[in-house]
């Protein structure tokens, strides 16, 4: 069975850091992509950054490139989003997902599997 559980989540003041984790497991680690997406109250599902594991080629999105980074720890199965400098428009639920095929993407609906999300609260 699938699985991929987010965690790190919190309340964190403007500027500060947070590193968002996704332990996956039931599948192998070695054709897959990880993709972290967030969705705030009343907006759509924003696809933030993922990962390849087949060559660890990364996508950004424009909003939070310079800001935020991923990294995996294939012996751990996890998926890491470290964000940095974050701001009240960085508030959101977190959430990751699996693509175990194909090349890496930022659109939500390529994704196979989905974990629950993690809150993000950016504010003093």
């Known amino acids: 069975e699938v699985q991929l559980q987010a965690s790190g989540g919190g309340l964190v003041q403007p500027g500060g850091s947070l590193r968002l984790s996704c332990a996956a497991s039931?599948?192998?680690?070695?054709?897959?992509?990880i993709g972290w997406f967030r969705q705030a109250p009343g907006k759509e599902r924003e696809g933030v950054l993922c990962?390849?594991?087949?060559?660890?080629?990364?996508y950004v999105a424009d909003s939070v490139k310079g800001r935020f980074t991923i990294s995996s720890d294939n012996a751990k199965n996890t998926v890491y989003l470290q964000m940095n400098s974050l701001t009240p428009e960085d508030s959101a639920v977190y959430s990751c997902?699996?693509?175990?095929?194909?090349?890496?993407?930022?659109?939500?609906?390529?994704?196979?599997?989905w974990g629950q999300g993690t809150q993000v609260t950016v504010s003093s």
């Open positions: 039931g599948f192998s680690f070695d054709d897959y992509n």
């Open positions: 990962i390849s594991s087949s060559d660890g080629s990364t």
């Open positions: 997902a699996a693509k175990l095929n194909g090349r890496g993407s930022l659109s939500g609906p390529q994704y196979d599997y």
